[in-house]
T-cell receptor, first 113, second 114 residues
């Protein structure tokens, strides 16, 4: 079952902040975040494992609430280079950590000057 | 340069004509996977491989075959392609088949089946 991402699309001005959410109906072992620019392959951003830790990568950070089976990606002071489609990939807790991900349908982020 | 390569990058074929999309990685990764990407559906896993000779179905395996005879290669085979297999295909690999390993994606293969 695919995780649900929201919003489906968001348009920002440079310098504005955005939050992308990822929700699952299943208990999760991990959440992965990837960004895909138009016409390119997805590129890894970060992984969050069970434990609820928050991670950061430059001005992009994420949190994982395993009780709510949700993860959020925070983009602070957005730059033009942040534009792209963001995917969360979730891994269910069902027999071990296998890196078998189920990806959401993506959130299209457009940052305008 | 560490990378995942796919060939061909673009392919137009006809219904029923067997084809193979190759995937190769030079990072000595254990885990490899195939995804298809369709508008509005995101990335869906077709097959994955935990190591040489170990493969398993993903979420949408119907109509596809894979093999993993060597660690670096993981070809995707369409025995009898149909128009509903028109899609953008990505191969990915990670060092270990565990959750804390990032996946590296190939450049993609755009397949059109007429």
């Amino acid at each position: 079952q695919q995780p649900v991402q929201s919003p489906q699309a968001v348009i920002l001005r440079e310098g504005e902040d955005a939050v992308i959410n990822c929700s699952s109906s299943k208990a999760l072992y991990s959440v992965h975040w990837y960004r895909q620019k138009h016409g390119e392959a997805p590129v890894f951003l970060m992984i969050l494992l069970k434990g609820g830790e928050q991670k950061g990568h430059d001005k992009i950070s994420a949190s994982f609430n395993e009780k709510k089976q949700q993860s959020s990606l925070y983009l602070t002071a957005s730059q033009l280079s942040y534009s792209g489609t963001y995917f969360c990939g979730t891994e269910k807790v069902d027999g071990g950590a296998t890196n078998k991900l189920i990806f959401g349908t993506g959130t299209l982020l457009a940052v305008q000057p | 340069e560490a990378q995942v390569t796919q060939n061909p990058r673009y392919l137009i074929t006809v219904t029923g004509k067997k084809l193979t999309v190759t995937c190769s990685q030079n990072m000595n990764h254990e885990y490899m996977s195939w995804y298809r990407q369709d508008p509005g559906l995101g990335l869906r896993q077709i097959y994955y491989s935990m190591n040489v000779e170990v493969t398993d179905k993903g979420d949408v395996p119907e109509g596809y075959k894979v093999s993993r005879k060597e660690k670096r290669n993981f070809p995707l085979i369409l025995e009898s392609p149909s128009p509903n297999q028109t899609s953008l295909y990505f191969c990915a690999s990670s060092l270990r088949p565990y959750s804390y390993n990032e996946q590296f994606f190939g450049p993609g293969t755009r397949l059109t089946v007429l």
